[in-house]
């Protein structure tokens, strides 16, 4: 079986390790080294960023005999209006965010079955419930076969003291994670949920069509697919799986089969007869053991591009989603370097991908000394056109660029693109190694801007914790913390990122937020659009001494004159002049932001 498309990535750099620096400042100790441990006293550590508060999980959200354990811990959220939707292995937590600075608890529900990822729509709400203990009716008592849900639940979310389950979608491993599909346009009739299980396959005597065969030739196998969830907008109770969408495939179904000499099911190599590394007996030079690849662990989706991000097990995809029901693999990337392809992020251009390795999935430390640093790490990848159609091409990695303990559970996870313009800026949880926030807008030289840390959970041993998730959402960064409960922050000038430039990313307001269902994002004119561009050309070099100076005598007074409500031809006049004082290029960012505020 030929490689077909797919692309060898990453040059293995053993004996590489993660530094206890920061960039900035190479011959001091980072701040984040050696914080005491506790879990609701240890010490914390932040750059460019500050926590604004911290609530714990509620009751029955939390037990201090199963610290360590995942059965209360905190996972995915989602954002709707004012409200983070927070999930847990035990159900979900509501917070009223009206005031970053003072969240405050509005609801939660019990209702266990792990892990609990959750997104939003409307007022519907929906769960990934994977693990056996898993009830219809949300119980507690241990299920049987005909108690037993594993799937994506739904939730009426209409009134938020009177939270209803609705009928969910049972599926046959269950869903570790799923992504919110909704297509472009207003009020569309269906929206589309691409589920992604990991655990165990039901026998088809628990569920009805489920098949746990492992071999690659068997066209009903659960295995090497995907479900494609269809939910009616007006009548959520009646949806269900329209599609076993086998991406693996390069044809996405199962007439695809034949095209392959040993009849696999997916078409990548390491999956069939020949392992991926024949001299290595499967495992990368250096020792790193790949994944094998026959399901997805997440899917990002970005209607407006047509484009989806699969992560998945051994392998990174990429996927043709224009039809919701049927998406198809246009391109895969794999790397030595990576054991599990965990999640991924475009950039806002859809120019740009990265996705993240859990290597060691996510209960193990991962960032000390010794560990390369290119190991649990992100990947960062171009999206370029080619004869072939859109490829991926390896640009380089980004790792959390500090050690931690053996004492914390420390790898890449979840985050969000920080809307600000002109700029591709991340932030990120690794679990106990805090959040990071870095700049990727050069994808061969990403670099951390921003970061929070707190001290492990203990000093003598590691009991999983940290952040599962930071995300940015309408000018603020919130953080699900699996032990410590439910974290705020807000970006802080720093001569990474100016006022201006967090004040223009605040200005991207959304309803509804579901990371791993990316939303496009425009910056409509505005003066702190200007101003951002305006420092990032001074920030750079090119806008310096009086040109400089005019500009921003222009642009105060532009600013003066809007708010004294000055005719628009004087604001106009002022802005023009600060346009053509600059002696940019008529095509650079802040000519461009000033002729389109100017009008």
Known sequence: ???????????????????????????????????????????????????????????????PSSLGSLSFANSDPAFKDNYAFVGNFHGFTVYDISDPAAPELRASFVCPGGQGDLSVYGN????????????????????????????????????????????????????????????????PESIFIYNSGTASIRSAAELAGCNGNSSLSDPTTTNFAIQVIEVPVAEPEDARVVTQARIFSVCGDNSCIDDYADGSLNGLPGNGPQPLYPEESGRAPGGQSQTQASRCHDITLYPEIGLGAGACQGWGLLLDISDPANPKRIDAVVDYNFAYWHSATFNNDGTKVIFTDE??????????????????????????????????????YYKLPVTQTIQENCVAHNGSLI??????????????????????????????????????????????????????????????????????????????????????????????????????????????VVKAFRDQAARAGDLTGKALDEVDKHIAQAEKLAAGNAADRAVKAQLDNAAKKSGLPSDSNLVSALTALAG
């Open 124 to 187: 519907l709400l929906f769960m990934s419930v994977e693990e056996n203990r898993g009830r219809i009716d949300c119980g507690t008592a241990t299920p049987n076969a005909q108690t037993r849900f594993r799937g994506v639940r739904i939730f009426d979310i209409s009134d938020l003291d009177n939270i209803v389950q609705l009928p969910g979608v049972q599926t046959c491993a269950g869903s570790h994670t799923h992504s919110l599909l909704v297509p472009p346009g207003d009020n």
């Open 419 to 528: 809307p600000v313009p002109g700029r591709d800026i991340m932030v990120q949880a690794w679990y106990q190694g805090g959040t990071s926030v870095f700049d990727f807008t050069d994808t061969k030289n990403p670099t951390e801007i921003a970061f929070f840390d707190r001290g492990p959970n203990s000093a003598s041993s590691l009991i999983t914790g940290g952040f599962w998730s930071t995300y940015w959402y309408n000018g603020n960064i919130y953080g699900s913390e699996i032990t410590r409960g439910f974290d705020t922050f807000a970006l802080t000038e720093s001569g990474h990122m100016s006022a201006n430039e967090i004040a223009a990313a605040s200005e991207i307001q959304f309803d509804e937020i579901n990371v791993q269902g990316q939303a496009r994002y425009d910056h409509a004119p505005s003066f702190n």
């Open 359 to 396: 290597w060691g999935g996510g209960t193990g430390a991962r960032c000390r000394p010794q560990d390369p640093i290119n190991w649990g790490a992100n990947a960062l990848f171009d999206i370029v056109e080619t004869p072939e159609g859109k490829k991926m091409e390896f640009a380089s």
């Open 1 to 63: 079986m030929g490689m077909r498309g797919l692309a060898a990535v990453g040059a293995v750099t053993l004996g590489l390790t993660l530094v206890g620096t920061t960039a900035s400042a190479a011959d001091e100790v980072d701040p984040r080294i050696g914080l005491s441990s506790g879990i609701t006293d240890a010490a914390s550590a932040s750059s460019n960023m500050e926590l604004l508060a911290n609530l714990p999980k509620p009751d029955g959200f939390f037990n």
